[in-house]
């Protein structure tokens, strides 16, 4: 983001982005704020208002007003309301003998109330409006802290200052000033920046050294040179800014931007070379992470927003463009408008370049297909025939008219190539003998995709529709399924096929992904009501066990546990060109995609950037604090509100939103924010569904259910009311008794079922333990028996076996009524353990796990959590013949939540605790009993051949 949408100058200082979501640039021309698409106008000048210099080099939020320090201009405040500014000076009590400080290096915000100022003066504190110097513990401190460039913060409170001169101290802050200084050693004192990782080392920034690693706990100082396993070292030593994100660091260079990951021990340069800038531009002058996880790098040409995940792992451009594309072994073969090139895949490298084959007509021989076998390449062109290229000579194989070829399909023995209108070609390798397999396909138009699994050819038409060939044969037939193109809008043109080893056929088409089993002769569409993006979806492929699809601007990853799609957008150095037709192939570890000036490869094991929940609103409801709105009565028309913030992308975001019941179709919307009006909402039994989805510009998707009940309206006339109170007085003896009774019988209904669940469990307790441990007590008696009679010592030995036998099973029936421990270690990895020790009982089942922290929990959240997962998993192997589960727990709000997911074949959803006991559901009877004892809820969403999901929610004071 640079001047040409508004910045008001590329010298970029600072950002900051505040509690509401306000993204503020300081710059050399003064300070700015973000509105998602445009920078506002700079509004806050030197000549135009009372900041003292229009240079922002460091910003803080402070109450509800933001604190501004400028380089030799001092502090000011700026009233976010008003937009006025104002000069900080010092207090009355502290201004005696002291001047403002006016070269400000950075701010460090110690609470809602007080922010730590480093300048070039010195360290100074503002509190409550008040500015004042903060006092050290000597003077030989206070002349250590005055050449201060950067505060910061480290566990327990621990302040950490950098110097450029003096090195790096710590210290403490309290009422009184600051405590004195300890003097850590680095091999570099000249200090820009400070970041803390998650195992509470420091990572320093340093003019001349580089990026320098100092752990607390072992005193042990390493530069990042040392600590990369690949060798690579930083482009430059004078390291601007570091940041922490996970495992991964970044370092902001007068070269660009470089990023360690700790798990890997990997550093990547952004700027590998001087032919290309680094991120953004080549000055990285400060880098800062906001609270929706989004990192801001502010530079000599602008500021930049990027994720602390990039999918990029390379970039490489082309000049003409891209026509085609193909990946063998161990290179990729890249057909352009000025000729071919072969890279390796390991490295991108550049393996060979030629020009176009000779060309028969007048105009060049424009290659629109490509095959690589070694170094031996196959091309197809738009009007000269079928080519080979081998020890960098070309060798014509056949003419196939003045029509282009469209695919090049590989077997075992040669290729087969596909053309427009000219039927199939069949070429042996090596010999490169061409030989036209049949007269041509009974096709309706010209071939738009094909893939060729095991001899078997599949085709996608342009008048639409996907047709099949089966071997021998000379005549297509249409899939049946596309014969009814009512049931299938938009999915008609086949722009591109895929077959994944399982023998399924995937169509890429204008209206999403469409799924095809050939054996079952099933088929399911995906679209953007499950996460992939709105718009055309151009490519597909199979890469590291996982489909990927790929819309005009966008790759998408298939999560089939789930039916979820992760979405990654290319880099600005990628640029903005679109993705080809049959632009993803398997490039060795990476996924290549295939642009018209780049090729970007994308790491399989990416992960979008973690973006904030969407908030919602229905009516004056706020959802993120529950899954269920009860309208007021008589009110039957409601606002509802979807606000999913992200400032970087706001135009790659996309919102959805049904309520089942009152509007058949999906009202979606491109943008941050969706409003809609639902209108005269009918009084119901059953609540209406309303669902929301929500896929921000990084590609994190949000699939959110809410349960929404009309009450009936009452008629609010008195003769209504009078009629009402006198039936009531008729039959309200009556009716209070019927439905007592009603109840009442429910009532025991539900405790015979759940008497019958526990003795079920008991008897099943019983049949372990005579079974087993019982069993084998009873053997050792008998074996007593026998050594008594006739001792030896292999005997004595056996019997100490069946002993520990016995003590095993027991201790295995005791862990599973409570494992040792409960209450003691924190929940998540309670949870874990238990997941971990079922998935060995059970190999069959799949089970993964999403835990996130939740610290030491009381023991009643404990035993309801595990008592819950317990019981579902047991569900899960006797019921629901699933082969994987996803089980999550994380902390939201005020409310712990758990939910469990499998893949199985469902059952019909009426999950009440009367309809459970009837239908002897006595293993979600108990946990729905687990979770209201909890004073807590359980939410079971089931269909048959869709899965089961349990959610639990409880209250966590």
């Not at 491109?670 to 990084?698: F, I, K, M, Q, W």
């Amino acid at each position: 983001m640079d001047q040409s949408i508004g910045l008001g100058s590329n010298e970029v200082w600072s950002t900051y982005r505040d509690a509401s979501g306000v993204l503020w640039i300081g710059t050399s021309a003064g300070l700015q704020s973000w509105s998602g698409q445009r920078f506002v106008p700079p509004g806050f000048r030197a000549e135009s208002s009372d900041l003292p210099r229009d240079r922002v080099v460091a910003i803080s939020e402070v109450g509800e007003q933001l604190l501004l320090g400028t380089h030799g201009g001092g502090l000011a405040l700026l009233d976010v309301e008003t937009g006025r500014i104002l000069p900080v000076t010092p207090g009355e009590a502290c201004a005696v003998g002291h001047e403002a400080p006016a070269f400000i290096k950075s701010l460090l915000r110690l609470d809602t109330r007080s922010v730590l100022v480093a300048a070039s003066e010195g360290l100074w504190n503002y509190t409550d409006g008040a500015l004042c110097p903060t006092v050290t513990a000597s003077e030989r401190d206070a002349e250590r802290l005055a050449g201060t460039e950067v505060v910061a913060r480290g566990k327990a409170g621990l302040l950490w200052f950098g110097t450029w001169e003096g090195g790096l101290f710590t210290s403490t802050l309290s009422a009184s000033g600051v405590a004195p200084l300890d003097s850590v050693a680095l091999p570099n004192p000249r200090i820009r920046d400070l970041a803390f990782d998650d195992d509470g080392a420091v990572w320093i920034a340093t003019s001349g050294a580089g990026v320098i690693r100092h752990d607390p706990a072992t005193q042990q100082t390493e530069r990042l040179s040392q600590i990369a396993t690949n060798g690579l070292r930083l482009p430059e030593t004078r390291a601007n800014a570091v940041l922490t994100s996970g495992d991964l660091v970044f370092v902001g260079t007068y070269r660009g931007l470089s990023v360690f990951d700790r798990s890997s021990g990997r550093l990547e340069n952004t700027a590998p070379d001087d032919s290309q800038d680094g991120l953004c531009h080549e000055l990285v002058a400060g880098l800062e992470m906001d609270s929706f996880g989004m990192v801001w790098a502010t530079t000599d040409g602008g500021v930049c927003s990027f994720t602390p995940r990039e999918a990029t792992a390379r970039v490489l451009t082309f000049e003409p463009e891209i026509t085609a594309a193909s990946a063998s072994d161990d290179a990729l073969w890249i057909g352009t408008r000025a000729g071919i090139q072969r890279r390796s895949l390991e490295t991108l490298e550049t393996l060979e370049i030629g020009d176009l084959p000779p060309s028969q007509g007048s105009r060049p021989a424009e290659i629109t297909a490509v095959f690589g076998q070694g170094r031996q390449g196959i091309f197809g062109t738009a009007r000269d025939g079928v080519w080979a290229r081998y020890s960098r000579q070309w060798k014509f194989i056949a003419s196939v008219g003045q029509l282009a070829v469209v695919e090049v399909l590989p077997e075992s023995v040669g290729v087969t190539i596909l053309t427009v209108g000219s039927g199939l070609l069949s070429i042996s390798l090596p010999g490169l003998e061409a030989q036209a397999r049949t007269a041509g396909i009974a096709l309706e138009s010209s071939v738009t995709g094909a893939v060729s699994p095991n001899g078997h050819i599949w085709a996608g038409a342009s008048s639409g529709g996907v047709y099949h060939l089966s071997p021998g044969d000379s005549t297509a037939t249409l899939l049946p399924f596309w014969q009814d193109a009512g049931r299938m809008p938009n999915f008609e043109m086949a722009n591109d096929l895929l077959h994944t080893p399982d023998g399924r056929i995937w169509t890429a088409a204008d209206g999403g992904l469409l799924e095809y089993d050939p054996i079952s002769g099933r088929s399911r569409t995906h679209s953007a009501g499950n996460g992939l993006p709105v718009g055309r979806v151009v490519a597909a492929a199979f890469h590291n066990g996982q489909v990927w699809a790929a819309s005009e601007d966008a790759v998408s990853r298939l999560d089939e546990a789930s039916s979820r799609w992760t979405t990654f957008y290319p880099p600005e150095d990628a640029g903005s060109d679109p993705i080809l037709r049959s632009g993803l192939m398997s490039g060795g570890a990476d996924l290549i995609v295939v642009l018209e000036h780049a090729l970007w490869a994308v790491r399989p094991d990416a992960v979008p950037a973690v973006t904030p929940d969407p908030t919602i609103t229905f009516g004056q409801v706020d959802l993120a604090e529950t899954d269920r709105v009860v309208l007021p009565r008589g009110g039957t028309s409601v606002d509802v509100s979807i606000s999913f913030p992200d400032l970087a992308h706001p135009d790659r975001t996309r919102l959805g939103l049904l309520l089942q019941g009152v509007d058949p179709s999906r009202i979606e919307s491109v943008g941050t924010l969706l409003n809609h009006e639902y209108r005269s909402l009918e009084p119901r039994d059953e609540p209406y569904r309303l669902h929301v989805t929500a896929l921000s510009g990084a590609g994190q998707y949000h699939e959110l259910i809410y349960s929404v009940i009309v009450r009936p309206r009452l008629v609010d006339t008195w003769w209504v009311r009078l009629f009402v109170l006198g039936f009531i007085a008729v039959v309200a003896a009556g009716t209070v008794s019927l439905r007592t009774r009603r109840r009442r019988r429910e009532g025991i209904e539900i405790q015979t079922a759940l008497a019958e669940s526990r003795e079920d469990e008991r008897q099943l307790l019983s049949r372990h333990i005579h079974d087993g441990p019982l069993q084998t007590l009873y053997s050792i008696g008998h074996r007593i028996e026998m050594l008594e009679e006739e001792p030896d010592q292999d005997g004595f030995r056996d019997l100490t076996k069946r002993n520990e036998a016995a003590i095993e099973a027991l201790r295995r029936i005791c862990a599973n009524l409570r494992p040792s421990g409960m209450g003691q270690l924190a929940l998540d990895r309670t949870i874990g353990s238990y997941c971990s020790d079922f998935q060995a009982d059970h190999p069959e089942l799949v089970i993964e796990t999403t835990l996130e922290s939740v610290g030491t929990m009381p023991e009643t959240t404990v035993v309801t959590v595990y008592r819950v997962l317990q019981s579902a998993l047991a569900n899960v192997v006797r019921h629901a013949k699933a082969d994987r589960v996803q089980v999550s727990m994380k902390p939201t709000q005020q409310r712990l939540v758990l939910r469990i997911a499998d893949n199985g074949v469902g059952f019909q959803r009426d999950t009440s605790m009367l309809a459970l006991a009837r239908g002897r559901h006595f293993g979600l009877l108990g946990m729905r009993e687990w979770a209201e004892r909890a004073g807590g809820t359980l939410l079971i969403d089931s269909e048959p051949g869709r899965g089961t999901v349990l959610t639990l929610s409880i209250p966590l004071e």
